[in-house]
């Protein structure tokens, strides 16, 4: 069973214990690097660790921007021992029904970037009913997720 708990100073640690294949690391930031983040934007931010059972299996974070406004979802990952489970997915259906509980204010507006030489997050998202907004930073496409 896939479920989200909060990082916090009990947890944090797994999450910098996770680790991504040489191929995709090009792909999303280390936990440390997001952590970080987190902590700067946590007045707006949540990160979270993806458990199977007791064992942290991945990482994502939510952050809120308040100028547009719309929910972020940022660097999820699961870790190279844990992929091709089905983890990545179970785990965005919770972020989003997180999302959809707008604990950092009103939006239905989910945004994502993602790398467009990564097919295998790209395909998750767009079974999600994420869709291409059009905007590209370097490597990086956008995806929006009305909801």
Partial sequence: ??????????????????????????????????????????????????????????????????????YDIWHMMIDESSQ????????????????QTKPFGSSDRVVLTCSRDNNHALNLYKRKGFVETGVEDEDEIELVLML
């Fill in 1 to 70: 069973m896939i479920n989200l708990r909060k990082i916090t100073e009990e947890n944090f640690l797994q999450a910098f214990n996770l680790k991504l294949s040489k191929e995709q690391e090009e792909f999303v930031s280390h936990p440390v690097r997001s952590l970080a983040q987190a902590y700067v934007y946590r007045d707006q931010c949540q990160p979270f660790g993806i458990y199977h059972n007791d064992t942290m299996v991945g990482y994502v974070m939510v952050i809120y921007d308040y100028d547009i406004p719309e």
């Fill in 84 to 99: 091709g489970q089905g983890y990545g997915s179970a785990a965005l259906d919770q972020v989003l029904e997180y999302i």
